[in-house]
């Protein structure tokens, strides 16, 4: 039997750490690589990784293990339980010293998000969530927005998805905003201070693993824009898009995308 609330613990304990480990890294000067694909990769991500591969799997040795920063491998499909981190999430505001980046750690076990931490740590917040146990930022329960139209909601997202003449359902008017991080982004939807998150291309599970699990627990449905759940550790650790969204929103977003084919 697991044990959610020590693995809550060890995550929680660890992203702050890592929180920590980043900041001090880029006060010393960061060195930064361009990733295949051109994204970049900092000293501090790096790093951050190294910190928590040793002490995630250091401390739960049959765990396996999926990250950004690290070669993936066919291991993780023998294990029941993995670790699923992003070292740093919103890479590009880490290093330009915009506030909205963050640690999340997932949990999995069985495909699904049983334990969940966002730190995110130049705001000073902390989320965190074991399945079956709610959602919380530094301690303190949250909930997901009770909005029940798009009319003037608030969307966390690119302002052009809802644009073009090819949504059979035209959008009203809603308001968007942006932030680096797609796991700070969930964060904010479960809080209430944003009525959805919501991106019609494929994301990696290490973004959105973590968020899916504190957005759910506080009571925001999540999906791809098809309305399908979502599974983890599967070979492709992906999903195939995002909607995050107040539980009474979702359902609307959600018809309006499925004229959207699956992969944008």
């Known amino acids: 039997m697991i044990d959610l609330a020590a693995d809550l613990e060890l995550i929680r304990q660890a992203a702050i750490d890592a929180g920590a480990l980043a900041l001090a890294e880029r006060e010393a000067g960061l ?12 000293s501090g991500d790096l790093k951050v990784d190294a910190l928590l591969r040793e002490r995630l799997l250091g401390a739960r040795p049959d765990y396996g293990w999926l990250s950004e920063e690290t070669a993936d491998s066919p291991d993780r499909m023998s294990r029941r339980r993995i670790f699923v981190v992003d070292p740093i999430d919103g890479t590009v505001a880490y290093m330009k010293r ?9 949990v999995v076990e069985d495909g699904a998000v049983v334990a969940a931490v966002i730190h995110a740590p130049e705001v ?7 399945r079956g146990g709610g959602a919380a930022r530094n301690g303190r329960p949250i909930a997901a927005s009770d909005v029940d139209a798009l009319e003037d909601a608030s969307f966390l997202g690119d302002a052009r998805l809802i644009e073009g003449p090819h949504w059979a359902e035209p959008w009203p008017s809603v308001r ?14 479960a809080a209430g201070a944003f009525d ?19 957005a759910e627990e506080a009571g925001a449905v999540v999906s791809d824009h098809h309305g399908r759940p979502w599974r983890f550790n599967r070979p492709d650790p992906r999903q195939a ?12 977003i959600v018809r309006r995308c499925r004229v959207v084919p699956m992969g944008g």
């Open 31 to 42: 060195k930064i690589e361009a990733k295949p694909g051109g994204s970049p990769v900092t």
């Open 196 to 214: 959805a998150a919501i991106a019609l291309t494929p994301k990696w599970d290490w973004d959105v693993a973590a968020g899916s699990l504190i």
């Open 176 to 189: 968007f905003e942006k932030r680096n991080a797609l796991a700070y982004r969930m964060a904010l939807v």
């Open 98 to 106: 915009t506030p909205w980046w963050c640690v999340p750690i997932a």
């Open 241 to 252: 898009s995002l909607v995050c969204a107040a539980p009474a929103l979702h359902p609307q």
């Open 124 to 130: 000073g917040e902390t989320y965190a969530a074991t």
